[in-house]
């Protein structure tokens, strides 16, 4: 998966309260990462993830498979970066990445699988799909 | 402020994960201890945090003053305890305290200001204190 | 995998603050309660994490595979159960399930891949396995 | 206290994991942010935090004393604020404020009681001061 294919980046920064008492950033918040990532991603096509609750759409993550590289330490630069697939007409994947700024080092890979639901059923990523093309995003199928 | 006093206790034990790098529980998560010893002190006479919520009731913060005495350690059991207060028609007041099991050390003491909002707007807490004197609970003007 | 198979099992309830804003628990926690849930186990074995990495011992994950099944909300008791397994000389494989305490609703598969390391580099699994095999848990080649 | 008398400012931006289900940003994640602009405030002037804990050296939070004001929700821009005094030779206090960038409306009020320990045992707060004079930063006994 080359770098020129990701779709999009965003930079962000470690912040000490992130760290556990192994002195690095604990497993858990880099998924806090990758979602932030994932929403100021759809954010950019036009769709906010809180207006699409609110309205009674919810994308959720169905499956998460993530694998650690290498740690982030207080103070880390790091890119995080996606790259969307459609899975059939119900699933989103989302390809991402998490690279250290200083020297392009690969803390993780991801990928995270997820879909609509509108009032709590399954709902075509349609929408989705749609807002990507118009936002000039090429979405291949897995 | 007699320990004889408090209204309701709560047991609970620290997680790895809630530590920093400094080795000790952050700051920040005492805030969430304090916070779910309340909701589950609601829970106890009647009043559901998050059902509250759907039906356009509101409990917030307005104040929070909290004395950090000795921090919590990874595996430390401890109680969280508190006592509800009024002032006026609008506020209720959490005196809270957290201290060790194993010794009954004083881990930190707080003072919480709370007021209930209805779709946005002030609401009187005679809601809250009316659930609590159904409880058998003696709620004091501050 | 059948339930009878888990070597360990953790009794945990949603806290109000690990919900988002789609109401449901944010799916990082569940990572949290993951962890928790393991270092719970490493206890019960004699292995302390916060000691082993006070005693340049570290655990670390490599590789999360998490399926998200359904959601947990507010108020939600749940079990957290594991079985470890031996992958080679230098990875013990965790799969994990949560389950509502209820009627033992599926919430969430996981298998989480992990190493030890001591100062920084690979670290043979057998003073782990060794814990195991003195508490009497038959712990399997994957 | 008047906006021109910061030292210094930090801009950040909600992140939609740290709002509950309430849709706005968790009480306790304020503290977060308010911690996370003292540590970047304190490398501004040369004093790394994670260093600082690593040589011995930690600075630790006394007292928290928060106003909340109105929340802020998904999306929100923000500035974290804060100015240090000197309390006696021990207690260093930093006085905060959290603004929304759009329009300067007051989100929260803080003032934050600290002191450094070395080894566990109270250190005088000569360090931090002459680094913030070294920096030009003029630091007014409380």
């Given at each position: ?62 499956k998460a498979e993530i694998e ?41 890979k991801a990928r995270i699988t ?29």
């Amino acid at each position: 998966m080359a770098m020129t294919n990701f779709a999009f980046a965003l930079e962000m920064q470690v912040r000490d309260y992130e760290c556990d008492l192994q002195g690095i950033v604990n497993n858990a918040v880099y998924q806090n990462y990758l979602e932030h990532c994932r929403h100021k991603f759809l954010l950019s096509v036009g769709l906010d993830f809180a207006q699409m609750h609110m309205d009674g759409i919810d994308a959720v993550v169905i499956k998460a498979e993530i694998e650690y590289k290498f740690p982030l330490k207080p103070g880390d630069d790091f890119y995080v970066r996606l790259k969307p697939r459609r899975q059939g007409r119900l699933r989103i994947i989302f390809d991402q990445e998490i690279v250290r700024k200083a020297d392009e080092k690969l803390i993780l890979k991801a990928r995270i699988t997820t879909a609509l639901t509108k009032n709590g059923r399954p709902f075509p990523s349609d929408l989705f799909v749609k807002k990507l093309e118009d936002s000039g995003i090429v979405i291949d199928e897995l």
